[in-house]
T-cell receptor
Framework: KAGVTQTPRYLIKTRGQQVTLSCSPISGHRSVSWYQQTPGQGLQFLFEYFSETQRNKGNFPGRFSGRQFSNSRSEMNVSTLELGDSALYLC???????????????FGPGTRLLVL | DQQVKQNSPSLSVQEGRISILNCDYTNSMFDYFLWYKKYPAEGPTFLISISSIKDKNEDGRFTVFLNKSAKHLSLHIVPSQPGDSAVYFCAASNAGNNRKLIWGLGTSLAVNP
């Protein structure tokens, strides 16, 4: 079974620009979560999408947004980029079982974003 | 406020010996704990998990121990191998926060031949 894929792997943007990152989950997984990883803050949860709806949200400003398509693929958008947005953006997929079920998230390789 | 803490940023052990990575948490509502391993330029790879109804879970060379009263868990790797050299992250979740994973900052493990 193919793993989680993310595109692009590397990206360089300048301040003020916007960027869209893409994530394709493992086949059959309906939940996609996004994380930002920086050296000082570790992995910070951005949001989770399930069945094309945002199910959970972290504490990031509205410049960070996402969406999920009917095939469970997800995109993350960051508008008006700031230098501090430079980070590794990770996507993780899981089955998305309901009822607070304990399940494991599987990660993609990440997109390394550098904002100049 | 760091709800999941990995107080050792790095750890170095000899090949063949035991590696013990520690993790503390503050939220008593956490009921599911996971360990992930991360190599440079790759996403985290799931290693092992434990539910709060257990105090031990074993998978090959990897064993996770959970002490709920101390709000502490540890990952034991026996025997350690050079390929185990990576950053290890502890993460926790609970149904009350919709299973949002809360992460520690990681411990960098170096296994020396």
């Amino acid at each position: 079974k193919a793993g989680v894929t993310q595109t692009p792997r590397y990206l360089i943007k300048t301040r003020g620009q916007q960027v869209t990152l893409s994530c394709s989950p493992i086949s059959g997984h309906r939940s996609v979560s996004w994380y930002q990883q920086t050296p000082g803050q570790g992995l910070q949860f951005l949001f989770e999408y399930f069945s094309e709806t945002q199910r959970n949200k972290g504490n990031f400003p509205g410049r960070f947004s996402g969406r999920q398509f009917s095939n469970s693929r997800s995109e993350m958008n960051v508008s008006t980029l700031e230098l501090g947005d430079s980070a590794l953006y990770l996507c993780a997929s899981s089955l998305g079982l309901r009822g607070g079920s304990q399940e494991t998230q599987y990660f993609g390789p990440g997109t390394r974003l550098l904002v100049l | 406020d760091q709800q999941v803490k990995q107080n050792s940023p790095s750890l170095s052990v000899q090949e063949g010996r035991i590696s013990i990575l520690n993790c503390d948490y503050t939220n008593s509502m956490f009921d599911y704990f996971l360990w992930y391993k991360k190599y440079p330029a790759e996403g985290p790879t799931f290693l092992i998990s434990i539910s709060s109804i257990k105090d031990k879970n074993e998978d090959g060379r990897f064993t996770v121990f959970l002490n709920k009263s101390a709000k502490h868990l540890s990952l034991h790797i026996v025997p350690s191998q050079p390929g185990d050299s990576a950053v290890y992250f502890c993460a926790a979740s609970n149904a009350g926060n919709n299973r949002k994973l809360i992460w520690g900052l990681g411990t960098s493990l170096a296994v020396n031949p």
